[in-house]
């Protein structure tokens, strides 16, 4: 096993970089990040949306949140694939396909996250801002969220977690990042499949145990700052 | 660009038996994963409550490794890594028996186990000690405490997780394609590069996902109603 790691700790680490296109963990980490940070916006929207007095704001929300929770990741990728090219008007490689279809996904995922996050707020918070006279969005952007957005910061790294885990089916589309160099190693290899893929594990648990550790400390200190239950944690 | 939509390209001969035995694979991939995910997850459930530390960090390690590893991973773990480490027979026999449906049957369910026996506990800890307690005092001992007094009430808790978590199973039966299972993401695929029509196929695959999701969901939301417990 540590011979395989000797050997093959770059491919792991950053792909076929500088030889070719820059791949492994450090794709990996980077996909992760700027899906999340991508779908934040969408996924402000669609929380607000959700909780939006109007109908016509609420149902389609709702129907998107619906839609993507019953369908698998890979199913969007597939579409991400052979759509993307058709409205981009050019070719799309894997990276793009895959940070595409993980925004979408994402948002919904997250903007449940942050609903929790606004509904579990305390309701005194909206009538006093209202009673100060401030309107919608005021109160929301000065009030609602910089409160609902502190209390999910564990759920926000959890929902890191599940995206760096989302980020593996990158392999399905030759997208080169952590699992694609694992695969690239045993082919190489040929007769060590259980080291190679007990690496992959390992690397992926080293990193998500961390950061669901991370999660777990910033959990306790926010309930121990507010003296109550923070936000709902959903599970990695 | 003159792209004909035409959903009856896909759905009709050997097309539509293609999507229909993929279908019954995915269902019975799910079926499989599904019974091997609960009994495992009440078994880790059982041998977290035996009082000897070592037999809880094994539970603790079992579930934050299915967790914090991506499913992929643990699907490639299963497929190319454990038949490696049997003897020649085992993996003649699993060669020659479909073993990419049993492994990955193998691989979800174990994965899943792990959030079935997160769900029970929460479930478990939700129940009052006073309710154990009380039971203990009118004279129930440990197994009637827990068996008649809270697992009943712990259950109702936890079932609208645990239909919760049959979704994400369904679901997650997707990912056996990458290891060839002909479920019905893969069959999907193959009606793809026949017919040239992308759409229509995953227009097809994408209704049938929609269309089972949405049973779960709604079953999931008429038993957290149902199953409610009235709160004083």
Partial sequence: MLEILQNNWLLFLVGQYPHGPIGGLAMTLFMASISLALCFPFAIGLALARLSPYRWLRLPATAIVHTVRGLPLIMFIFWTYFFSPLVIGRAVGGVETLVIALVIYEAAYLSEIIRAGIEGLPKGQVEAATSLGLRYWPTTIKVVLPQALHNMLPSMVSQFVSTIKETSLGYVISAHELTFAAAQVNNVLLTQPFEVYGILALTYFALCFALTSLARFIERRISGDRGGTPGVTIAA | ?232
């Avoid at chain 2, 994400?168 to 695929?189: P, Q, W």
């Fill in chain 2, 1 to 232: 660009m003159g792209y004909v939509f035409d959903l009856g390209s896909v759905l009709n001969g050997k097309y539509l038996d293609w999507f229909l035995i993929g279908l019954a694979t995915t269902l019975a991939l799910t079926m499989a994963a599904w019974c091997l995910a609960m009994a495992m997850g009440i078994i880790l459930t059982l041998v977290r409550m035996i009082p000897f530390p070592p037999l809880g960090w094994f539970v603790a390690l079992y579930v934050e490794y299915h967790r914090n590893v991506p499913l992929l991973v643990q699907i490639f773990v299963w497929y190319f890594g454990v038949p490696s480490l049997l003897p020649r027979p085992a993996r003649q026999w699993i060669n020659a028996h479909h073993g990419e449906f049993l492994l990955a049957a193998i691989a979800l369910g174990l994965a899943a186990a792990a959030y079935v026996a997160e769900d029970i506990r929460s479930g478990i800890r939700s129940i009052p000690k006073a309710q154990y307690e009380s039971a203990r005092s009118i004279g129930f001992g440990y197994l009637g405490a827990m068996g008649y007094v809270v697992l009943p009430q712990a259950l109702r808790i936890a079932v609208p997780p645990l239909i919760n978590q049959t979704l994400l199973l369904f679901k997650n039966t997707s990912l056996a394609m990458a290891i060839g299972v002909g479920e019905l993401t893969y069959r999907t695929r193959e009606v793809e590069s026949y017919t040239f029509k992308t759409f229509e196929a995953f227009a097809v695959a994408t209704a049938i996902y929609l269309a089972i999701s949405f049973g779960i969901m709604a079953l999931g939301s008429w038993s957290g109603h149902r199953l409610k417990l009235e709160t004083r």
